[in-house]
């Protein structure tokens, strides 16, 4: 669980602060991380709570990458959409008014990143560096999971993030300060000592930090194969009209196995063969075809990837959560674009957000700008199955926005059920 250990000197400091005029430069750091730690972190953390997206944080600067391949966007990326909400339009955060020198701050903040600039991310002059203690005994492993404790802190009182490497590959990727609980598997690496490195940021400085040495002993001699998903799971909402789905992943073997793929969507109880026995090419590359008409319809699916070497040794990945429609409709993108200009242009795509291009106002994508029909899984999630978007606190963006009625719900539920017919 993450200490919030700078919450209250910095929601002191950000109402000392309130009589003193802000700062017309200001960086991340120094200016605008006090007030986010006092105001927002209590929803926008991780893990996100009270309804808030779980795609970005604002307890780092930086974006993060999550071992299934799935970026968070930290603050920096996030900066124009905040500033926007908290500064200039003083929708957030929802239920806290904002003092007059926090909203300037975050005003003044949103002059640089409308113009699509990095918001300056500050120094502390004699910074201490984050430190990080193994607390866990190191003993040989072999095939069983690893398990250990792992302690960060900060004596300066920072929230501190990170990963932990065994040699250059992360295998945990959300430390973050106080006691961390990691379990990881020792299948794929091979015979011979790996350094333990924790490698964590305070925002103002980063450091990799050796906190041992972990002796790796297969018995059998026998190294797992590993690989990466290529291709992104979590939001899809699959339907008849977009089946059969692609599947891409990379695979190496340290030993030169040979190596197979199986594929299998898991909800609770029922598993369902997508794939089997799929080899990868000669770069190591398996490109699989899934045929999602054969799973029923419902949410909260997610794939089991399972990668076999020739002596039965395999890794396994799970992937996020999708939903699988057979649903026909009459609807068409012309029937529901009126609900997305109504609600959803304020702030798509208005507020623009880096690296993430949306325009609620197209069926399809535009180069990389991605339109309603790319992005329906996600649209599916947050508005019909989440109900958090469009947030009460977007009415204050444009005088045309409005609240999403239950019935208009439900028409997008059906429309994108259906497979977002254009």
């Known amino acids: 669980m993450r ?132 607390l866990s005994t190191l003993e040989d492993a072999d095939k069983e999971n690893v398990e250990l404790e792992v302690e960060i802190s900060d004596s300066d009182g920072d929230l501190v993030s990170g990963q932990l490497l065994v040699g250059t590959r992360v295998v945990a990727d959300d430390l973050q300060s106080g006691r961390n609980q990691v379990s990881f598997s020792p299948a794929s690496f091979a015979s011979e000592g790996h350094d333990l490195i924790v490698r ?84 190591g590359v398996a490109t699989l075809s899934l045929d999602t008409t054969t799973i029923p319809a419902g949410n909260n699916w997610h794939l089991r990837v399972i990668v076999t070497d020739f002596k039965g040794l395999e890794t396994t990945l799970e992937t996020g959560r999708f939903v699988v429609s057979h649903s026909t409709t009459a609807l068409r993108f012309s029937d529901v674009q009126s609900i997305f200009v109504a609600s959803c242009r304020s702030c798509h795509p208005r507020i623009g957000i880096r690296n993430m291009n949306h325009n609620f106002e197209e069926h399809a994508d535009n180069g990389e700008i991605l339109g309603v029909n790319s992005l329906r899984g996600l649209i599916y999630r947050r508005v019909v199955q989440e109900r958090n978007m469009p947030p009460g606190s977007a009415k204050t963006l444009a005088d045309e926005w409005r609240a999403i009625t239950d019935e208009e719900r439900n028409t997008l539920s059906e429309y994108l059920l259906g497979g977002s017919p254009n």
């Open 3 to 134: 200490t919030l250990i700078s919450t209250t000197f910095f929601s002191a400091l950000a109402v000392l602060s309130a009589c003193e005029s802000a700062s017309s430069d200001p960086s991340w750091s120094e200016h605008v991380r006090p007030i986010v730690n006092a105001n927002c972190l209590r929803c926008h953390s991780s893990p996100s709570i009270g309804g808030a997206p779980s795609d970005f944080r604002l307890d780092v600067y930086e974006d993060t990458r999550k071992l299934d391949g799935r970026i968070i966007r930290g603050a920096a990326t996030m900066a124009h959409f905040v500033a926007a909400r908290a500064g200039v339009q003083g929708s957030m955060p929802p239920d806290f008014e904002r003092t007059p020198w926090e909203r300037d701050t975050f005003a003044n903040w949103y002059e640089a990143s409308k113009l699509g600039q990095l918001p300056k991310l500050g120094q502390r002059p004699n910074n201490a560096l984050p430190t990080a203690t193994l």
């Open 200 to 283: 964590i940021s305070d925002d103002y400085d980063s450091t990799d930090v050796n906190i041992g040495t972990l002796r790796v002993v297969h018995a059998d001699n026998n190294i797992a194969p590993t690989f990466t998903l290529d291709t992104q799971v979590r939001d899809r909402l699959y339907s008849d009209l977009q089946s059969p789905v692609s599947l891409q992943l990379t695979v190496s073997d340290a030993d030169g196995d040979t190596t197979l793929v199986r594929v299998i969507a898991v909800r609770g109880d029922t598993e369902i063969v997508l794939a089997e026995d799929v080899p990868p090419d000669a770069q």
